[in-house]
């Protein structure tokens, strides 16, 4: 009867095997982020804009990504990735972009030198605007933002000129599908049907074995 115990396990493996496997990445989201800033002065850099802010006035950033990432003509092409192991201020982005209230969300592109951004062309909305589902992204596993730099050219001089197109995406874990309700019964229902035979059979074995006799008769 060793071949039950062997079902067993091989029918369980396959109703939970799901509990123990990594979720699998998913675009939870991806649109273009683009526009042209022109500013008074010599600049070389231009800068991607996604922030979380107070209000429409945009009076405090309350959490933001590539910030800092300064772009030149160079990184065409590239891809460029934000994950909480890459960037402080992920967690508290992350956070506010799935706590279930419609924030503030200001998008857009900024010019600027390697020390920062000087001049910014952005635009400021909902989230639920932003992402086309409301109120934002809450009950989505966020585990990166990206872009990918798809056009981008920079003229510095008295007057610089500058033109982004960057394809921005929010990736996540797609959930792992739940165990349906008849599967774990069913697993349930073999387990009892195995310990039962399992059972049965050793007991059977031992009344039909015959002791040895002391004096070997």
Request: hydrophobic letters at 40%; proline letters at 4%.
């Amino acid at each position: 009867m060793r071949f039950v115990p062997i079902l067993a396990l091989a029918v369980s493996g396959l109703l939970l095997g799901g509990a123990g496997r990594p979720a699998l990445a998913q675009t939870v989201f991806a649109t273009e982020i683009s526009g042209g800033v022109g500013t008074a002065g010599s600049y070389t850099h231009l800068y991607v804009l996604f922030r979380v802010v107070d209000s429409a006035d945009q009076i405090a950033t309350r959490a933001s990504v590539f910030g800092a990432t300064g772009l030149t003509e160079s990184d065409l092409g590239k891809v460029f990735v934000s994950t909480s192991a890459t960037d402080l201020d992920f967690d508290p982005l992350v956070a506010l972009l799935t706590n279930g209230v419609d924030d503030w969300l200001e998008t857009g592109t900024c010019l600027g030198d390697a020390n920062g951004k000087v001049a910014c062309g952005s635009s400021v909305g909902r989230e639920s605007g932003f992402f086309g589902r409301s109120p934002d992204l809450q009950g989505e596993r966020i585990e990166s933002f990206s872009i990918r730099i798809d056009e981008i050219s920079i003229d510095p001089g008295t007057f610089t000129t500058s033109n982004l197109r960057a394809t921005f995406t929010i990736s996540g874990a797609a959930p792992v599908p739940a165990v349906p309700g008849w599967a774990v019964l069913a697993l349930a229902g073999l387990l009892v049907i195995v310990a039962t035979l399992t059972l049965g059979s050793r007991r059977s074995r031992q009344s039909n074995s015959r002791p040895e006799s002391i004096l070997g008769e």
